[in-house]
Nanobody
């Protein structure tokens, strides 16, 4: 079964850090661009960050720029999202998605494989 699986979510205090992982199962992640999206209760899904297949291109939403870092280790078939200086407004379910053709960083329709999501809660 071809899928991506997120992990690393949890409860963290404001100002804290978490590192999310996106692992591929059944295919080689290194051929795919990866996007991270999030969806908070009552809000639309929004793009957070993306990285191309080689890791040479990355992009961040303005809301996370300077705080989040996306990276990948193709040898481990995994993409990471390092989240620092977390704020309560970062609370959401975070999803990773894989796209074989990198046509749009934050266009959900560009991504073929989606994970089930991992909950991130930022609260004191």
């Amino acid at each position: 079964q071809l899928q991506v699986v997120e992990s690393g979510g949890g409860l963290v205090q404001p100002g804290g850090s978490l590192r999310l992982s996106c692992a591929a199962s059944g295919f080689t992640l290194g051929y795919y661009a990866i996007g991270w999206f999030r969806q908070a209760p009552g809000k639309e899904r929004e793009g957070v960050s993306c990285i191309n297949d080689s890791g040479g291109f990355t992009n961040y939403a303005d809301s996370v720029k300077g705080r989040f870092t996306i990276s990948r280790d193709n040898a481990k078939n995994t993409v990471y999202l390092q989240m620092n200086s977390l704020k309560p407004e970062d609370t959401a379910v975070y999803y990773c998605a894989a796209a074989i053709i990198f046509s749009g960083c934050y266009d959900p329709h560009a991504y073929k494989y989606w994970g089930q999501g991992t909950q991130v809660t930022v609260s004191s």
